[in-house]
Nanobody, 121 residues
Framework: QVQLVESGGGLVQAGGSLRLSCAAS????????MGWYRQPPGKQRELVAG???????NYADSVKGRFTISRDNAKNTVYLQMNSLKPEDTAVYYC???????????????WGQGTQVTVSS
């Protein structure tokens, strides 16, 4: 089993910043892809940003230039630095990780419990 523990959410005014963290633990061989999704109130979950262990990244158009994803592979931890926050960034943010449990297995997606980010206008 793999556990993902998130931290760093909260309430911030528009224009402010927050940093989310997500640490993976458990029994696995390697984690290639880690990232962040979010689910605004009444809407579907959407991709925010993803990052491979090699450093390749992708972002949703709505957060490009404002959010930065990073990783510490040695700690199996992914971060999301969120700057210039807007009220429309309000959502529950979920960390995801796709570990392989052995060198020969396919990735399995795991999710964190979610952390609330609220941006006031």
């Amino acid at each position: 089993q793999v556990q993902l523990v998130e931290s760093g959410g909260g309430l911030v005014q528009a224009g402010g910043s927050l940093r989310l963290s997500c640490a993976a633990s458990g029994s696995f061989f390697r984690i290639n892809l880690m990232g962040w999704y979010r689910q605004p109130p009444g809407k579907q979950r959407e991709l925010v940003a993803g990052m491979t262990s090699g450093g390749s990244t992708n972002y949703a158009d709505s957060v490009k230039g404002r959010f930065t994803i990073s990783r510490d592979n040695a700690k199996n931890t992914v971060y999301l630095q969120m700057n210039s926050l807007k009220p429309e960034d309000t959502a529950v943010y979920y960390c995801n990780a796709d570990p392989v449990l052995t060198p020969w297995s396919t990735p399995v997606r795991y999710w964190g419990q979610g952390t609330q980010v609220t941006v006031s206008s």
